[in-house]
């Protein structure tokens, strides 16, 4: 057998014999990693829930802080853009072809307010705890319960092709560069974030509307799942209205190539 240096020497009691551990060694290694992570939290957390999604909640707080700010920026916009115009109808030169060819070209882009009849579109998401209706579909899945993005376009493009003079979603006047975008179940419209239920406001003939409404096949698959799923649609006609021009600005912006 070999000599190991952990074996007894001759001449030496057991008692004074004193073995290497490593089970020791690590044991108090584990020890002081979990001291160092308990600082650490303690560090981080300053007093504060850690486990909570407070920085999502934050988050939150801040988008719709941004929002409400844009709104507000929004308005002030369209304010100015009235005192410039009351400026240059003062004195401006331009001849009386000239002032109704930028009258028609300032309607055509939206940014003037519209009058006539119009009819509204109401999406909204279907109840938390809803069951198929009908038999022969499937149990819903949380994806059949939300309004989705294409949902709202097909709405505006049916209201489009049905002649519509103009268009309001929520409280915003879409122009040629507009773009209904959705994240998650939100709706983000020219730098504001809304939340169901969704309104879509056109003014045109009301019965063009409707049967552009009903020809659409993106709307004829959405009422399936407002059927059988109870996802909202409502449609009003609401008379003679006053739309607002569009008041957000109309400067493009566009990628450019690095010199």
């Known amino acids: 057998m070999s000599n190991s240096a952990d074996s007894p020497q001759p001449g030496s009691s057991p008692g004074t014999i004193r073995r290497f551990r490593p089970v020791r060694v690590l044991t108090v290694a584990v020890f002081a990693l979990a001291g160092l992570i308990f600082f650490t939290s303690f560090n ?12 999502l909640l934050k988050l939150s707080d801040l988008i719709h802080e941004r929002s409400h700010k844009n709104g507000q920026l929004d308005e002030s916009n ?13 004195d401006n030169g331009s001849t009386k072809a000239e002032e109704a060819k930028l009258a028609a070209l300032e309607k055509n882009a939206g940014t003037q307010k519209l009058k006539g009849e119009a009819l509204t579109v109401t999406l909204n998401d279907a109840p938390p705890n809803a069951t198929a209706k009908l038999p022969g579909y499937p149990e819903p899945q949380p994806d059949y319960l939300v309004i989705h993005q294409q949902d709202l376009q097909a709405v ?4 489009w092709q049905g002649g519509a003079k103009g268009i309001k979603v929520m409280d915003q006047r879409l122009i040629s560069t507009s773009a209904v975008r959705c994240v998650g179940n939100t709706l983000i419209l020219q730098g504001r974030v809304y939340s169901p239920p969704y309104k879509i406001q056109a003014v045109g003939d009301p019965e063009k509307l409707q049967k552009a409404l009903s020809a659409s096949k993106a709307i004829q698959n959405y009422m399936v799942y407002v059927n059988v799923y109870g996802l909202g649609w409502k449609v009003d006609e609401d008379g003679a209205v006053t739309m607002p021009g569009y008041s957000g600005t109309v400067d493009l912006h566009y990628a450019k190539p690095v010199e």
């Open 44 to 55: 981080t957390a300053k007093g504060t829930n850690i486990r909570t999604d407070a920085s």
């Open 78 to 90: 369209g304010s100015l853009r009235e005192d410039v115009e009351s400026l240059a109808e003062r």
């Open 156 to 159: 505006v493009n049916a209201l």
